[in-house]
């Protein structure tokens, strides 16, 4: 089932390869998780295919070794050290890893988050010379991501424009997010094991000189990397370009590149980018900036600048004034709104011990004792599990810890057990600010934090945690309005949820107890799901099976809708909801097999519409419950 590039034998076996067929992992399994659907890019070292967990509505992006060099000892550790790598890294600019594994054949594959976007080299080459501000805006993305990176000593080495995705905003919004890709030539700082004496990893156009020569190289040549990527953005060329790796070196050392004025003229915000780029690129790394966080610091600056420039000169409106209704007349028609300063789901002594963890497990675990990291992190949990026990902790974490434990626990791999725990950790750490309106007590401070870590668990690719960390989450916020004199009718409804969800699928018992704890929460759910709504979902969708497509267009659906509902935007909810059953239904109106399940679902999208945001919302979410638990 190997995909080659050139070679004619199967250097595993000594079987002739064939060039009369298709790509040979199209429709396969592999590791009882990851059909493939579909070849989306290639590389140096493998193909990435999108694909659709088996077990789980949601889709992957899979890395699959070529069979060139799947057998081969030294790429197959090079392979291996790229998911270790990115084992290390959870942050919203670099691409996250949430498996790896081998085929039945041998092949090693990787699965990561599918992010559905363009290259930044497919920006550069359809927007160059792109608008100053933007290029700054993706350059500070790009050098968080890498601050991330070199914080926990892993070094890129081959950071280029095709190496960064460009996605949309998690909010829906129009706001472009960077991800880095690929950290297939990758490094830690204290690992040589895969770098030889004179080796020269990377993309020669993008390498600092240090580099090219084969020396000593850090996190700031990665730096220099990132100064050719903002020099592209901004003319679409690159700072210097030879006929081989030596004659890039010599311009280097020479810095005669062409100054970006020549392309967007001269401005303040200009001339501040070309000395950006000055220190980017300067041929002796000491002279470069000491980390990306101070190309954070220097890009936030020149765009702080920019704007109160704008401002002084009266040119500069503030978006969310340009259209808006005085504040007099905006509170008149829609009344005060309580203020609700953000606060963290996760107090921060409990994120600096799981940091410490992370910080003592990791050398362990890539020293191969993936026992005694497991060990850290289990000795770890138990005692923030304890702290909750006198109130310190925060109960949806100390849930999210629990469920973890007792999902590593039974396995036999110590490999697995340490991988369990290190994402429950990735969930925690990654949470953002909760923004919804203030707790009235406990109970709705708990539900805020359960669901800040459930929207993190989605987006980190962790499903397999969801079903029960909703359960174990209703037991405990069960008990805890039992404390509650004003929450009775809260354990009663909580009962009856966890009793109903006893035969039901692990995606159809999520949907109810998340619905069971917003009732909780008391955002403006209705006190039951309108009868239309049972009508239509109560027989269920009259196919035997659901199409990929529909699964598809379901998962990125709740992708968006999920957070969006959570955040108590429920119209934008609604209206994705409603749009990607809307795409559901065009498509299915196409074939002869799927049309029946186009009138149905058409139905169900003209009874959300007749439904106040809401309950249209509740409405399009249990037709796609239906189908998502289908086969």
């Known amino acids: 089932m190997a995909a080659f590039q050139t070679v004619r034998v199967c250097p595993r076996d000594g079987t002739q390869t064939r060039v009369d067929i298709g790509d040979p992992l199209l429709g396969q399994v592999l590791g009882e998780r990851y059909r493939i659907i579909d070849r989306r890019a290639s590389g140096g070292m493998g193909q990435v295919y999108q694909a659709a967990h088996t077990r789980m509505a949601s889709v992957f992006a899979v890395k699959v070794m070529f069979g060139d060099i799947a057998y081969d000892a030294s790429m197959r550790a ?88 460009l996605v949309k905003d998690d909010d829906g919004d129009d706001e472009e997010v960077a991800k880095i890709l690929d950290f297939g030539v990758a490094r830690l700082k204290t690992d040589s094991r895969l770098t030889g004496i004179g080796a020269i990893l990377g993309t020669p156009l993008y390498m600092a000189p240090e580099q090219i020569t084969a020396g000593d190289v850090d996190g700031r040549a990665d730096l220099y990397a990132l100064g050719v990527t903002l020099f592209s953005m901004l003319t679409g060329q690159y700072p210097y370009i030879g006929e081989t790796i030596f004659e890039v070196a010599r311009l ?273 759910v209705s006190a039951e799901i309108p009868k239309a709504v049972a009508a239509r979902t109560a027989i269920g969708p009259p196919v035997p099976r659901t199409p990929p497509f529909v699964r598809d267009a379901i998962v990125r659906a709740l992708r968006v809708g999920v957070p969006a509902y959570n955040q108590g935007d429920h119209a934008a909810c609604a209206r994705e909801y409603i749009r990607a059953a809307d795409h559901i239904v065009a498509e299915s109106m196409k074939f002869e097999d799927t049309h029946l399940l186009g009138s149905w679902l058409g139905g169900v999208i003209q009874t959300a519409r007749g439904c106040n945001p809401t309950d249209a919302a509740w409405t399009v979410r249990h037709a796609f419950d239906s189908l998502l638990a289908l086969p």
């Open 78 to 165: 090079r392979f291996t050290r790229e998911a270790e790598i990115a084992s290390l890294l959870q942050s919203r600019h670099i691409v996250r890893v949430v498996d790896f594994s081998q085929s039945d054949t041998g092949l090693l594959y990787i699965a990561m988050e599918y992010l559905d976007g363009l290259s930044l080299m497919e920006v550069v080459d359809r927007d160059a010379p792109m608008e100053p501000i933007r290029a700054l805006k993706l350059t500070r993305q790009i050098a968080r991501g890498l601050a991330h990176a070199h914080d926990r000593g892993v070094i890129h080495r081959d950071l280029k424009c095709e190496n960064v995705i």
């Open 252 to 524: 280097q050392r020479e810095g005669r590149r062409a100054r970006i004025t020549a392309t967007l003229g001269q401005t303040d915000l200009t001339l501040g980018i070309d000395a950006l780029l000055d220190k980017l690129l300067a041929p002796d790394a000491d002279a470069r900036f000491a980390s990306a966080r101070d190309v954070v610091n220097v890009a936030t600056e020149l765009m702080d600048n920019d704007r109160a420039r704008r401002r002084e000169r009266g040119s500069f409106v503030p978006p969310s004034l340009a259209s808006a209704p005085s504040v007099a007349t905006s509170q008149a028609s829609q009344g005060p709104a309580p203020a609700a300063p953000p606060r963290s789901p996760v107090d921060e002594p409990l994120k600096e011990s799981l940091r410490r963890a992370i910080t003592r497990g990791a050398p362990a675990y890539n020293e191969g004792n993936h026992a005694g990291c497991y060990a850290i992190y289990k000795d770890v949990a138990q005692e923030i599990i304890r702290a909750r026990s006198v109130g310190i902790v925060s109960l949806a974490a100390t849930v999210r810890l629990r469920v973890a434990l007792t999902q590593a626990e039974p396995q036999e791999s110590p490999t697995l057990r340490a991988w369990i725990m290190r994402h429950a950790f990735d969930d925690l750490l990654a949470t953002e600010p909760i923004t919804r309106r203030l707790p009235r007590d406990a109970a709705d401070a708990a539900v805020d934090e359960f669901f800040a870590i459930t929207d993190r668990t989605y987006a980190l690719g962790h499903e397999d945690a969801l079903a029960p960390f909703h359960a174990g989450f209703a037991m405990s916020l069960r008990d805890l309005c039992r404390g509650i004199p004003t929450r009775t009718s809260a354990v009663d409804a909580l009962d009856r949820a966890l009793g109903d969800i006893r035969t039901a699928p692990p995606n159809v018992a999520v949907a109810n107890l998340a619905e069971a704890f917003e009732r909780v929460r008391g955002d403006s």
